[in-house]
């Protein structure tokens, strides 16, 4: 097809019942449910998309950006909007549509990704809550767990912390912020009190470099390992490989910055 418009689609979901962002033969994926909506919308229309990020299964998207490519202008972009919506599944909503050129590129126009992980720990918490937020049996050390998520701010090697690394694979990254707050950012009567959000900010992260982080925050926590073997880990030369993933249904995707702005 010849792409001569270009849009930009804003999506939030909730990722509980999906097999990740990504498309995959036979198995339902948050990709392949926008492009069967919008197949649906566009009728007869070619059209092509591309996402401006991954997430993995399970994993919810507060702010998630599409780049939707078409031959022609939508005709009537706010009828486009209402019926894109009327018929995405309700575990998915499109906040926005904008224009934008050939020249924007959704991958590399990303500036900052924000990622919350959202926990609490003790008390068995109600089953409603299972898909926002990793409720862990054992008593964390907090001021452990926030000296271990500043840690990892700055520029490090995060080889051990990505799964099955190719040899292309960048894994000298720098994570401009993460740290321990209140969860302030989503609320609900089912949600165990008190809850905590660790902040993740970066220009990129590896698969499933913010899960497997976490599980080491969690170790910290939990007395399994020091902040000085923590920050052994982001040293070259370390190799061995980090397998404690962290649960995925904790894991949010808050927010892209665009490189020219911050739409919230």
Not at 8 to 37: C, E, N, S
Not at 71 to 95: K, S
Request: with cysteine; net charge positive; charged share 25%.
């Amino acid at each position: 097809m010849k792409k001569t418009a270009f849009y930009v689609l804003h999506l939030q979901y909730l990722g509980f019942r999906f097999h990740g962002w990504a498309k995959q033969p036979g198995i339902k994926t948050v990709h392949h449910m926008v492009d069967r909506t919008l197949k649906f919308v566009l009728g007869e229309r070619p059209f092509k998309t591309l996402g401006g990020s991954r997430t993995d299964a399970m994993v919810s998207a507060e702010h998630f950006m599409l780049e939707l490519f078409l031959e022609a202008p939508l005709a009537e972009p706010d009828d486009f909007f209402t019926q894109v919506n009327r018929n995405l599944p309700a575990d998915i909503r499109l906040l926005k549509l904008t224009p934008t050129d050939a020249q924007f590129n959704i991958i590399n126009h990303a500036k900052t990704k924000r990622y919350l992980y959202l926990f609490a720990f003790g008390e068995k918490p109600h089953p409603f809550s299972a898909p926002y937020i990793t409720t862990l049996p054992d008593a964390l050390d907090l001021d452990a767990l926030s000296a271990g998520a500043k840690a990892f701010e700055g520029t490090h090697e995060f080889k051990a912390y990505c799964k099955k690394p190719k040899d292309k694979t960048e894994t000298v990254r720098t994570v401009t912020r993460c740290e321990l707050v209140p969860n302030t950012f989503y609320t609900a009567s089912f949600f165990p009190t008190p809850s905590y959000a660790v902040v993740f900010e970066s220009k990129g992260f590896m698969r499933n470099q913010i899960r497997i982080m976490m599980g080491e925050l969690f170790r910290l926590g939990r007395g399994e390992i020091s902040l000085d073997q923590l920050k052994e880990s982001l040293l070259p030369g370390f190799e061995r490989h980090l397998d404690r993933v962290a649960p995925a249904s904790g894991l949010i995707l808050h927010h892209i910055q665009k490189a020219e702005s911050f739409d919230r």
